[in-house]
T-cell receptor
Framework: NAGVTQTPKFQVLKTGQSMTLQCAQD?????MSWYRQDPGMGLRLIHY???????DQGEVPNGYNVSRSTTEDFPLRLLSAAPSQTSVYFC???????????FGDGTRLSIL | KQEVTQIPAALSVPEGENLVLNCSFT??????LQWFRQDPGKGLTSLLL?????REQTSGRLNASLDKSSGRSTLYIAASQPGDSATYLC????????FGQGTTLQVKP
């Protein structure tokens, strides 16, 4: 039972590069979301999805894109990486929006 | 705007103590409140979820209470163990999930 799987675990980018953080869940959860965790700021919601084909913005969406073509996958795209996007990124899923959320182990991203 | 606060930011106790972690929120219009545990370098593990209509939830040595009218929740850990050392976060569901900044707990043998 894999749960929520995030890849890669670590990544270093140069300013201006683009990349995609992958997130996959095998629990048939409808609700998926992306957070970033920064010291002193806590976890902040970037984007979320309530089902395949439906996405919406969270608290800090600028500089990030998402899509949800399948129930299982919810990739997060950085369009043009900036040092301010250095953070730990977590993907989470839940059966519905009010059920317990299950988190992946995170992707640690550094932008030089 | 909903804000979630956890005090203290850090706590150190000897093994065997019973302890209480606090979480407060500014808007009582919530769907539920969830307590998580985060180990260093790891993701969050859900411990307990309290629906807005509930007063408390229990799981093993953990008991979480919710008082919506006062905007407070507590996580009670009985007979603490070194393995309980971690950061504990609370989060309220009000549209989106809003997190506190966590309490880092150290249980000394």
């Amino acid at each position: 039972n894999a749960g929520v799987t995030q890849t890669p675990k670590f990544q270093v980018l140069k300013t201006g590069q683009s990349m995609t953080l992958q997130c996959a869940q095998d629990m048939n959860h409808e609700y998926m979301s992306w957070y970033r965790q920064d010291p002193g700021m806590g976890l902040r919601l970037i984007h979320y999805s309530v089902g395949a084909g439906i996405t919406d913005q969270g608290e800090v969406p600028n500089g990030y894109n998402v899509s949800r073509s399948t129930t299982e996958d919810f990739p997060l795209r950085l369009l043009s990486a900036a040092p301010s996007q250095t953070s730990v990124y977590f993907c989470a899923s839940s059966l519905t929006g009010v059920q317990p959320q299950h988190f992946g182990d995170g992707t640690r991203l550094s932008i030089l | 705007k909903q804000e979630v606060t956890q005090i203290p930011a850090a706590l150190s106790v000897p093994e065997g103590e019973n302890l209480v972690l606090n979480c407060s929120f500014t808007d009582s219009a919530i769907y539920n409140l969830q307590w998580f545990r985060q180990d260093p370098g790891k993701g969050l593990t859900s411990l307990l979820l309290i629906q807005s209509s509930q007063r408390e939830q229990t799981s093993g040595r953990l008991n979480a209470s919710l008082d919506k009218s006062s905007g407070r929740s507590t996580l009670y850990i009985a007979a603490s163990q070194p393995g309980d050392s971690a950061t504990y976060l609370c989060a309220v569901k009000a549209g989106k999930l809003i997190f506190g900044q966590g309490t880092t707990l150290q249980v000394k043998p």
